[in-house]
């Protein structure tokens, strides 16, 4: 089965907001055997969302579109689809009687002749009842694919997606299984990876498929699954997986996309009952960013101190000014100096800090731009390691981040 979604927008076009609902809808659909065909966004125009809809006629099974279903007159999705679907709005009483208790029991206030045309809706159309909002989804089929349309506030169409399209799909479709394992490496890159598992990846089974997706400092490897029987094609991932772990289980922190190397180092923290803390010069803070974004981190993480200038290092962290004169900021020994500085204030088992150049151009030190220095202190030492992570900016921060959690979860596994 294939799935085309469509979000209606200007301010999408314009990148006023984001598109997170396509996101969101083509994850739902995957999970009951449902694969997106095709992503596209397009403006408030009536023929534009005309020739969008009649392009995907009889080519997918199910088209989903999102947006234009609000009360002005610059949301003309409903009008458009009658004229697509040679219909009329009528006015549904049930969809009325919902608004009213929105806006009159809800919001305190009277309702409106705008308001009141949300209970339009087409003649044909089977309504998607918004429990949260007072813009029905509708539900209307042509020949061979069926026709969704449902509201673009994003917690509107998360409703209406759980509580009413996916029972609806599951119900009316004969589908088949789609099984994705996302197998999370760190500190290997895609191409190294590729060559190691060429041999791997050359037998995989026919309905088996290897994608790889690559990010600073850690690779993603997705098998994902099709077939009719899902036992069968959970237990020959779970072979695949394991021959996986044969050649690179050193690099693999994990299964799935919840466990994020934050996350998996923050579960062997809180076994072992131990705690961090951070002291983040180049990184900015994002390596606690990283760690915060983890519910429950407040059981293993102790605090931060974001020292980027050099005066908030020798003020705040307490590293000597000496040491800073003799080898730089951006160095070995001033990294080791914020490391057991940051351990001795929070008073944790471990500690990491960072300091570097991260360009574009250098700060407070010589070194050359993309050093950066990062360092682990532990219950019974510290110690350094230098990296050269190149250009652009960001790619320094996000791959310096990457490295300081990788060289934690690997100290932790020695003990």
């Known amino acids: 089965m294939k799935a085309a979604i469509v979000t209606i927008g200007d301010e999408i076009l314009i990148g006023q907001i ?20 095709e992503m596209l966004s397009i403006s408030d125009d009536k023929e534009h969302i005309l020739n969008t809809l009649l392009g995907f006629q009889n080519k997918v099974d199910v088209v989903i579109v999102t947006g234009g279903l609000g009360p002005t007159k610059d949301d003309i999705t409903k009008k458009t689809f009658c004229d697509y679907f040679d219909d009329k709005l009528i006015e549904n009483s049930f969809v009325l009687e919902h608004v009213r208790d929105l806006i009159e029991g809800f919001y305190k206030r009277p309702i409106t002749q705008i308001n009141k045309e949300q209970a339009l809706v087409p003649s044909k159309a089977e309504i998607l009842f918004n429990k949260v909002g007072t813009a029905p989804g509708m539900w209307m089929e042509k020949e061979k694919t069926v026709f969704i349309s449902l509201p673009g506030v994003p917690y509107e169409m998360k409703y209406l997606i759980e509580e009413e399209v996916i029972p609806r799909l599951i119900s009316k479709f004969k589908r088949p299984y789609i099984i994705h394992k996302t197998i999370m490496t760190y500190g290997r890159g895609e191409s190294l990876i590729a060559e190691q598992i060429e041999s791997w990846e050359d037998n995989l089974p026919s309905n088996i498929k290897l994608a790889y997706l690559p990010a ?69 803070g994002k390596i606690a960013e990283n760690v915060t974004s983890i519910s429950g981190a407040s059981n293993y993480f102790k605090g931060s101190i974001v020292s980027y200038a050099t005066d908030s290092k020798i003020n705040v962290l307490g590293v000597k000014k000496e040491v800073i004169d003799e080898f730089s900021v951006v160095s070995k020994e001033v990294a080791k100096s914020m490391a057991l500085q940051v351990q001795q204030l929070f008073k944790t088992d471990y500690a990491i800090a960072t300091t570097g150049n991260a360009g574009p151009t250098k700060g407070d030190s010589e070194a050359e731009v993309g050093t950066v220095f990062i360092a682990l202190a532990t219950p019974e030492t510290v110690y350094c390691e230098e990296f050269n992570f190149g250009q652009p900016r960001i790619k320094v921060v996000e791959r310096a981040v990457s490295k300081a959690f990788e060289m934690l979860y690997k100290e932790i596994l020695k003990n």
């Open 216 to 284: 600073p400092g850690r690779v993603r490897l997705r098998l994902t699954a099709r077939g009719e029987n899902e036992d069968l094609l959970k237990s020959s991932l779970e072979v695949q997986i394991k021959e996986l772990y044969q050649l690179i289980g050193e690099i693999i922190t994990g299964i799935d996309e919840e466990e994020v190397i934050e996350a998996v180092v923050g579960s062997l923290l809180r076994e072992r009952k131990q705690t961090l803390a951070l002291a983040e010069s180049c990184t900015g």
């Open 18 to 37: 984001v598109d997170t609902n396509s996101s969101f809808i083509a994850k739902a659909l995957d999970k009951i055997g449902i694969a997106t065909f």
